[in-house]
């Protein structure tokens, strides 16, 4: 174990003046990972202002306490820090997912599926040549359950964690993956038998990757 992490150990589990200092570091350490995680994933959720700043709070405690509460669970594999984070990366994205599905529909405006290319990392000039493949996939998502649907924008567009989605909805993710794997898969075959993909192609595969529909 890295002497940073031995340090954080020790104090954690020290006595008196000696944790509680350590605990006022910890916390004010967690919160600014939520505030800055809550504010990189808020305008997906369409969530902003002091709402936004009451989630990543209530992230920040409540991945204290569930920190605390495993410490020695901690076996040093990673560093203190990186573990901690882990913690409250998971509440904010848990809380964002559970403020998102208060809403009683899923958004599929034009925003959603324009921000599709910067999403997966496409430049100006790829984006502009995808723009037929995100409408087309806009047409195909239209073929998909209505869970299928609702899976797919929530997760590969506004980037709802798996984690969150299962949390909300009583499932499991494996569950909520293999629904989106098959989402995916019939929005390829849709673009393939309307001539939007040619099997096997590179330039088929790089569109893949960039409107999400590419498989694991």
Known sequence: MDSESTSWLTALTARGAECNTA??????MLLKVAM?????????ARISGPELDDIAHQAADDAMLSLLGKLETF?????FTTWAYRFVVLEVSSKLGR????????P???????????????DPLAAAQHR????????AVETLTEHQRTLFVSIVVNGISIDAMAAKLGSTPGA????????????????TTNGYLEQDAGVARSGREQVGVETA
Do not use: C, M, N
Request: glycine share 4%; charged share 35%; no cysteine.
């Open 23 to 28: 605990q006022a570091r910890l916390h004010e």
């Open 36 to 44: 800055k995680e809550a504010y990189r994933r808020g305008p997906a």
């Open 75 to 79: 076996r040093g594999e990673s560093r």
């Open 132 to 139: 037929d493949l995100i409408a087309a996939v806009q047409r």
């Open 99 to 106: 403020h998102y599905w208060r809403r009683p529909t899923v």
């Open 108 to 122: 599929l405006d034009a925003d959603d599926w324009d921000r599709l290319p910067a999403k997966y990392g496409a």
């Open 176 to 191: 909520l993956y293999k629904t989106v794997f098959d989402a995916r898969r019939k929005i390829r075959a849709y673009l």
